[in-house]
């Protein structure tokens, strides 16, 4: 068999033969594999031996470096791919030049974004990394010139990202893009108790659907994540659960459109959040992600309530993009200005300081100046807390990239005008000597204080007292800045902790359950859905190496560490009579 193969296949299965060795082979092969000594030439100009075969190769001994952009979906994406990885025994690194293989997840929203995943790509290729590319953007337009000869994983596969990396690594291209399907319906994607390595282990985000009902002109990641696919509600509490007796004590959930969450499967967005509620321990939050006008209007009560709880965050996005019917009918956008206004005016009536984040686009095409001076009214009118300001990029393929371009000249200009105005006033400082309740979650960028979330999920900062990490505890603020307040705790204050659960380490795998790790003892394949074409096996040595949360006791490690070693004894017998498949 080649070590390597030019043309793009279709699927593993087209370069899989009876001499290639199987995960199972490879484990065991590893003890037997000793380094030659090789005597040194003393002739300088001796060519050095070419690369080894592909076959030679083993996979699962290599370091991978991933690189997410984009939404938290797309981050949600990133950490199960690195969860997979590691679980296989690879191992995943922040030092991208040490990396064996460079595992790029893109976003497809805006032009700058597929710049930098453009040029990351160049960079990979001119330091000889494998690469392996995922995300929208490969999803979306896979046939791109810069994309060829480069192994692909769609945004419905990553369940199988380990077998496209192993490939990969083996000199081969292997492109998985399919749509997964159960009885002709489509699905939203991976399974959600797949293992999952948290970028911030107090932090779980769940994707509660894939894909949304809108065809709006200028979005180019329908394209890639395709129509609403929603997650049972059954699997999304019991990953919130899993997720609590993680150590986890904050949940965002999120998609491309959480307000149509479920009318794909005959329920809706507010009974999901009723059942998640419910499994909220006290000491832990939950944060909504974005939702359309058009899909929150019929479920105003319902969500207003929801809203209140204390274990939920007073927080909505809700993008408007324009406050021009106009231009909003030009985008397809299924909503008019007065909708919009009318959630936000009841949910401000309801849910009294609810902060409402939204996004604007300036320049779309078409927009005049009267479209534009109408969103400044709105964004003078609303004093938005949290803006996402957009200048709008033609996103090729796209209705709108076809429409008459506003000049560009003009859209920089909106954009800063726009900007000026955000910056113009400060939404916090009435705040200063409120004494609040804030949840600890992370760093800052600078590193000199943690940050917080009050109720209304507005950013607190607080001093750096680890202590307080993971915590829920009282402060009074006594300094606000324009996206910030910093808070001091209250001597007097109980500590809440979410959860008696230790949060796991940074970079430990989430998701090796009891049934999990059974599975892998018993050697039976586990797929990543009933769908899934191929099934993917763990090797054992791989998850006897991980540091699972229960073998942290320094006495009961002891013990552990024996039993596995018998454990693995008896599994190699099993094994040895077993055809194992890829």
Partial sequence: MPAACDSVLEDIEDIVSAEDLK???????RKNVFPKVRKRNSQKNIQADDDPPSDSIIPGAQKIWIRTWGCSHNNSDGEYMAGQLAAYGYKITDNSAEADLWLLNSCTVKNPAEDHFRNSIKKAQEGKKKVVLAGCVPQAQPRQDYLKGLSIIGVQQIDRVVEVVEETIKGHSVRLLGQKKDNGKRLGGARLDLPKIRKNPLIEIISINTGCLNACTYCKT??????????????LVNRAKQSFQEGVCEIWLTSEDTGAYGRDIGTDLP?????LVEAIPEGAMLR????NPPYILEHLEE???????PRVYAFLHIPVQSASDSVLMDMKR???VADFKQVVDFLKEKVPGITIATDIICGFPGETDEDFQETMKLVEQYRFPSLFINQFYPRPGTPAAKMHQVPAAVKKQRTKDLSQLFHSYNPYDHKVGERQRVLVTEESFDSNYYVAHNPFYEQVLVPKDPLLMGKMVEVNIYEAGKHFMKGKPVSDARVYSASVTRPLGKGEVSGLTEEFIHTLQKGTNWKAHPSA???????LSSWMALQLPWQQ?????KILSVSLALLAVLVMFYYGGMKTEL
């Avoid at 909504?288 to 939702?291: A, C, K, Q």
């Avoid at 074409?533 to 090797?539: L, Q, Y």
């Fill in 23 to 29: 995960p199972h082979d490879r484990q065991f092969v």
């Fill in 222 to 235: 329908k394209h890639a994540r395709g129509d609403l696919a929603s997650y049972p509600i059954e699997e």
């Fill in 271 to 275: 009974t999901l959040l009723w059942k």
């Fill in 288 to 291: 909504l992600g974005m939702t």
């Fill in 303 to 309: 969500m207003a309530k929801i809203l209140s709880h």
């Fill in 334 to 336: 299924e909503y008019c």
């Fill in 533 to 539: 074409e191929i099934p993917v096996k763990a090797p």
């Fill in 553 to 557: 006791e320094g006495g009961g490690l």
